[in-house]
């Protein structure tokens, strides 16, 4: 699953830095951004094959009460599908799979007509993402596993969003599937498959599916996602605010997410994939190699494309060009970039809310590694606490509001492409609002607030709060 969990925007102005090591400009960059403290994670970063720099900073939980090693293991979040995808690359390679299998034949109480394993590597499958499920469908008391999801699945979802191979569009469900495929498949759980034949033949001691909420989870070394608390003003566990309980709820999913490692771990994922210790290279290129929609079209989402669990800018089937995943999940920031025709190599594993990003941070690391002279400023937003909701969350907001006093005067919520929420008031512009939790948005171009009442799962009627005064609109639409 990913999230923006602060925006972050990085201008074209560039400082020009005096002549330094690669390493010493690299830890001035780590100390320039970290100079309050804000930083909480693990770093490491390969130049020409070689480690040049590793960092660890912050804490392993809100309490501040141990500190983040080498040792620290971390939520990967969608990193976690680059996994997965190996796991069906090496079935496949032994025969045991074909990626044009229909999915009906590991899932036959399903009701999707002509979904391909291939659908679900690259997002084209045109299942909902579970994380759009109204929260009515789902036992909230409990740990869900991926069981549950295909359950939810067979008895409510009759029919996939666009027809298979149309479109590209981001799905945790098909992950969550392919894990049910390596299990059906091997005969074994998607946990001890990975151990089995992933982790252990790559050496990667330290990595796990994990579910932190499990029973008799080893939590000794695991850093814990940490967020903004706005009404406090203050860092708290993720566990502990109301508005990421489905953190807790989904945590035994596995297969989009669901696996911890540390950042040593994946400097051992890293050259196992290099010297293609699990799986032959020819399969391993298509891993990073495009293909095409059923228009002819390649599959691409938001200017990048689609692989088998990775992303990549270059269209060509160059198996040395750059190919990246990034995560983000209540209170984790995650990104693992490889660049093989340079030989480097970075990893953030992040463990609280900043306003930095992975993407800004990645970019700046990529200037130094490539010897630029100029570095791009990474310039960072104020830290407003405003939160990132799931796709059921929102929806539940969207609609037509009319004020109770005055039927003719309504207040609209819409959200555009990106999942930005924005608030209308008849006559005026749409303004975005920002969440402080899922059932409270605020503004930040004006002194004002939205606080819904929320009854029997449903949304009933939203109250502006400004200057003083209190508008209520009741829902009607």
Not at 39 to 59: M, N, P, R, T, W
Not at 269 to 285: E, G, H, P, Y
Not at 378 to 406: D, N, P, S, W
Request: glycine share 6%; with cysteine.
């Amino acid at each position: 699953m990913r999230f923006i969990l602060f925006s972050v925007f990085i201008f074209l102005n560039t400082r020009v830095v005096t002549a330094q090591t690669v390493q010493q400009r690299l830890d001035s960059l780590f100390q320039s951004l970290n100079t309050d403290g804000e930083l909480s994670g693990a770093f490491l970063i390969l130049d020409s094959g070689q480690v040049v720099f590793e960092k660890y900073l912050g804490f392993q939980d809100a309490s501040k009460t141990k500190r983040i090693t080498s040792n620290s293991r971390f939520e990967l979040a969608s990193v976690s599908k680059q996994f997965t995808a190996m796991a069906i690359m090496q079935l496949e390679e032994q025969g045991k799979i074909s990626y044009d299998d229909d999915i009906v034949k590991y899932f036959p109480r399903l009701k999707f007509k002509n979904v391909r394993v291939k659908n679900l590597l690259r997002h084209t499958s045109g299942i909902p993402d579970f994380f759009s499920f109204p929260e009515k469908w789902v036992d909230t008391k409990k740990i869900n596993k991926n069981s549950d999801i295909l359950k939810i699945l067979e008895e409510h979802v009759d029919s996939v969003l666009f027809k298979p191979g149309e479109q590209c569009s981001y799905s945790n469900t098909n992950y969550l599937l392919l894990a049910l495929i390596v299990e059906k498949v091997s005969g074994q759980p998607f946990a001890v498959y990975m151990q089995k034949f992933i982790f252990k033949p790559a050496e990667m001691r330290n990595t796990s599916v994990f579910s932190a909420h499990s029973p008799h989870a080893d939590l000794k070394n695991y850093a814990k996602g940490i967020t903004y608390n706005i009404q406090n003003k203050n860092f708290i566990n993720v566990d502990d605010f109301e508005t990421y309980k489905y953190a807790t709820y989904f945590d035994g999913v596995s297969g989009p997410y669901g696996i911890s490692s540390t950042a040593e771990d994946l400097l051992k994922w890293d050259r196992a994939l290099q010297n293609f210790t699990l799986l032959k290279r020819d399969n391993f290129i298509k891993a990073i190699s495009s293909d095409t929609l059923n228009n002819g079209k390649l599959i691409s989402r938001h200017h990048m494309y689609e692989g088998l669990g990775w992303v990549f800018m270059d269209s060509t089937n160059n198996e040395n060009k750059m190919h990246f995943h990034t995560g983000g999940y209540p209170g984790y920031q995650t990104i693992l970039v490889r660049n093989p025709e340079n030989q480097w190599y970075f990893v953030a594993l992040i463990n609280k809310s900043n306003t930095i990003g992975v993407f800004p941070l990645t970019m700046a690391v990529a200037a130094i590694l490539e010897k630029n002279e100029a570095l791009p400023l990474v310039e960072r937003e104020k830290l407003t606490g405003a939160i990132t909701l799931v796709e059921f969350q929102i929806k539940q907001l969207l609609g037509t509001y009319e004020y109770t006093k005055q039927p003719e005067l309504k207040f609209k919520i819409t959200v555009d492409d990106k999942g930005s929420l924005f608030a209308q008031l008849s006559g005026q512009s749409a303004i975005e609002v920002y969440p402080k939790n899922e059932l409270e948005l605020f503004y930040t171009e004006v002194k004002a607030e939205l606080k819904f009442l929320k009854e029997n799962d449903q949304i009933l009627s939203v109250t502006l709060y400004q200057n003083g005064r209190e508008l209520t609109f009741n829902k009607v639409k």
